[in-house]
């Protein structure tokens, strides 16, 4: 069975860190684009960030620009988002997401279905 599995979210003040990992199981994602979403409460789900098969390349949503960083390890078959200086906005549940077909740049675009999702961390950031 394929599965990812996030974790690391939590709740923290503004301007904390957290580190979210998500670990894949059940077949390699080396050759696929890894990506990060979040969706907050009644809200839809939106892009946060995405990375290249071999890490080279990366993409961010506006909002999180300079804040949060994307990187994946091959080798652990995981993808990890650090997230910095974090702010009430940032409140969500994140997923993380794999794809053999789309790019960094429209893996946000829901031009298609992605093919894994994993089943979502909280995280909770308060003022």
């Known amino acids: 069975q394929v599965q990812l599995v996030e974790s690391g979210g939590g709740s923290v003040q503004a301007g904390d860190s957290l580190r979210l990992s998500c670990v894949g199981s059940g077949r390699t994602f080396s050759n696929e684009i890894l990506g990060w979403f979040r969706q907050a409460p009644g809200k839809e789900r939106k892009f946060v960030a995405s990375?290249?098969?071999?890490?080279?390349?990366?993409y961010y949503a506006d909002s999180v620009k300079g804040r949060f960083t994307i990187s994946r390890d091959n080798a652990k078959n995981t993808v990890y988002l650090q997230m910095n200086s974090l702010n009430p906005e940032d409140t969500a549940v994140y997923y993380c997401?794999?794809?053999?077909?789309?790019?960094?740049?429209?893996?946000?675009?829901?031009?298609?279905?992605?093919?894994?999702w994993g089943q979502g961390t909280q995280v909770t950031v308060s003022s």
């Open positions: 997401a794999a794809d053999r077909f789309t790019t960094t740049h429209t893996m946000g675009l829901s031009l298609r279905p992605l093919d894994y």
């Open positions: 990375i290249s098969w071999s890490g080279g390349t990366t």
